[in-house]
């Protein structure tokens, strides 16, 4: 049994797979996930688990280079913006409108659906390289 790090296989195999640039986004439960893409769905009830205990977990494992945030993220629920912002000190950061932010996860390796309620908890994670 895995002791450390993320233990969800499905979760661990998709971080283990990545190469630099490859993209994954952590959302909250309604965003609208796209025929074909990868779903890896956590939703267990509202809040549980929450978007930023998803996204600390999943950072222990994850090189990021860049992050997209919903400009709609910043302007309806700024609180979540500025939480996001703090695991990212040193991190490019993308802000684009919801419409585009949909239309861009039709293209990435997986969607990490959380059961978290607050609105546009949703970020697309943007793999680095650790050299």
Do not use: W
């Not at 688990?49 to 280079?65: A, C, G, H, Q, W």
């Not at 969607?111 to 949703?122: D, K, L, V």
């Amino acid at each position: 049994m895995k002791k450390i790090g993320v233990l969800n296989k499905e979760i661990s195999d998709v971080i283990a797979g990545l190469g630099h640039t490859d993209q994954i986004i952590i959302c909250d439960a309604g965003f609208p996930i796209p025929q074909g893409v990868r779903r890896i769905d956590l939703a267990l009830e509202e809040g549980l688990p929450s978007f930023l205990d998803t996204l600390r977990v999943i950072l222990k494992e994850l090189s990021v280079e860049k992050i997209v945030v919903e400009k709609e993220t910043k302007e309806v629920s700024p609180q979540r913006y500025e939480e996001i912002l703090e695991f990212f000190p040193n991190v490019e950061v993308e802000i684009i409108p919801h419409a585009e932010f949909k239309e861009r996860s039709k293209n990435v390796k997986a969607i990490i659906r959380t059961g978290e309620f607050t609105s546009y908890s949703n970020l697309m994670l943007i793999a680095g390289v650790i050299y």
